[in-house]
């Protein structure tokens, strides 16, 4: 496996690499901008990514990571122990946030942590999506649960449908807006809430809602690890 880290304090990155070097083949970036330039030419399974760089500062580097489409789990490193520092890093498309200084052996848990969580997507031309035995076709846009239809109308399907490609991952609202109402939609952006409830609803009959987790002030996760999030 491979894994970035974009870290500009020199001896915290050989650290890293030093306890990571038996999991891990180590590629070190010490700025935002040579961080961004590999990963747009090489790919990883995990980024381990700073927030105060030079030239690029993490989230810049992961909002245009995200915006190119690159979908690697990352964990976010940073001095910045603000509740809204935290949250800006998992709106901006991270996967964990860490808060410096830590212990090794800690950040280490939680990388493991971060990539048990991380599911293959599926290959390329499946039209079949699966969350446990929730099963979702986008070439007939039909989902069962347990051999039963679901029943899901409209946005539904598609609102559902990019959790389950995202489970484990937290997803923001405005993420979930953008890919299913589209970035410029008139609607308003409050039918994220409204959709959240109703695909809550149409899953609660089968006893899957518990899986459908509200991250408070940042959006949502479909997950059946019981350490997250209750």
Request: proline share 3%; net charge negative; hydrophobic share 40%.
């Amino acid at each position: 496996m491979k894994a970035l880290i974009v870290e500009d304090d020199r001896i915290l990155s050989s650290n890293i690499c030093e306890i990571l070097k038996q999991q891990f083949e180590m590629t070190q970036a010490f700025d935002g901008e040579e961080g961004l330039s590999r990963l747009f030419r090489e790919n990883f399974d995990v980024i381990i990514l700073d927030v105060m760089m030079p030239k690029l500062n993490g989230y810049e580097v992961l909002e245009q990571l995200r915006a190119g489409g690159v979908d690697t789990p990352v964990l976010m490193l940073t001095a910045l122990d603000r509740p809204s520092d935290q949250v800006r890093g998992l709106r901006s498309g991270a996967d964990d946030y860490l808060i410096k200084p830590f212990d090794l052996d800690i950040f280490q848990a939680r990388l493991e942590a971060l990539l048990r969580r991380a599911r293959k997507v599926e290959a390329p031309g499946d039209d079949r999506h699966t969350f446990l035995e929730l099963s979702m076709n986008t070439d007939t846009r039909t989902a069962r649960l347990g051999g039963q239809k679901l029943e899901l109308h409209g946005k539904q399907f598609d609102f559902l449908l990019y959790l389950v490609e995202n489970r484990n991952v937290i997803v923001p609202k405005e993420r979930l807006f953008q890919r299913v109402w589209g970035f410029y939609s008139t609607t308003e952006f409050s039918v994220v809430e409204v959709y959240a409830s109703q695909i809550r609803k149409a899953l609660r009959q089968y006893g899957y809602d518990k899986y459908l987790k509200t991250v408070r002030g940042i959006g949502y996760i479909l997950t059946d690890d019981s350490e997250l999030y209750g």
